[in-house]
T-cell receptor, first 113, second 113 residues
Framework: KQEVTQIPAALSVPEGENLVLNCSFT??????LQWFRQDPGKGLTSLLL?????REQTSGRLNASLDKSSGRSTLYIAASQPGDSATYLC????????????FGTGTRLKVLA | NAGVMQNPRHLVRRRGQEARLRCSPM?????VYWYRQLPEEGLKFMVY????????ESGMPKERFSAEFPKEGPSILRIQQVVRGDSAAYFC???????????FGQGTRLTVV
């Protein structure tokens, strides 16, 4: 059974700092790994999707990597801004079954001005 | 191309009433997933449907919850005789194929009073 864990649960950093969010999964047979952003009381915004054959994806100041062998993904945020404050969720889609997303519990990020 | 549309965005029900949550998938998408996010928790898979078929309902509570995705019209998540513990955000996602990227709606926030 796939389990997804995110560390840390919460993070507070000063503006301008580079930071790394971690996501680990127990079943390496994933179809893809996706990172989302969720603002309080809002829906999910997709940030980056990494397919199982890929090692990383980049979009602007965001870079996500995937290491299936170790069961880990990281989201790197460069030059953080107060507007980056949100909860970041990672989700794995397994190859077995119905491609449903298994979510981590998220990292709550606060970037201080 | 409109995204995944969920309505209502907010729903208040008294204990014992029924709640009906609607999800219109993106155009051309015939796969729908429902997820529930309890307060301060991550998103949990509930059910996966294709047109007129329930494919995986392993995350659905055994009683009071049902889902459908008819040939015409939106997918419906129905909760009968709601209790306070049903208060949560319910998210719908749709995909073109089961293994394609899923796109999420903005969610319906159910409050049971």
């Amino acid at each position: 059974k796939q389990e997804v864990t995110q560390i840390p649960a919460a993070l507070s950093v000063p503006e301008g700092e580079n930071l790394v969010l971690n996501c680990s999964f127990t079943d390496s047979a994933i179809y893809n790994l996706q990172w989302f952003r969720q603002d309080p009381g809002k829906g999910l915004t997709s940030l980056l999707l990494i397919q199982s054959s890929q090692r990383e994806q980049t979009s602007g100041r965001l870079n996500a990597s995937l290491d299936k062998s170790s069961g880990r993904s990281t989201l790197y945020i460069a030059a953080s801004q107060p507007g980056d404050s949100a909860t970041y969720l990672c989700a794995a889609t397994t190859t077995s079954g119905t491609y449903k997303y298994i979510f981590g519990t998220g990292t709550r990020l606060k970037v201080l001005a | 191309n409109a995204g995944v549309m969920q309505n209502p965005r907010h729903l208040v029900r008294r204990r014992g009433q029924e709640a009906r949550l609607r999800c219109s998938p993106m155009k051309g998408h015939s796969h729908v997933y429902w997820y529930r996010q309890l307060p301060e928790e991550g998103l949990k898979f509930m059910v996966y449907l294709q047109k007129e078929n329930i494919i995986d309902e392993s995350g659905m509570p055994k009683e009071r919850f049902s889902a459908e995705f008819p040939k015409e019209g939106p997918s419906i998540l129905r909760i009968q005789q709601v209790v306070r513990g049903d208060s949560a955000a319910y998210f719908c996602a749709s995909s073109q194929q089961g293994q394609s990227e899923a796109f999420f709606g903005q969610g319906t926030r159910l409050t049971v009073v």
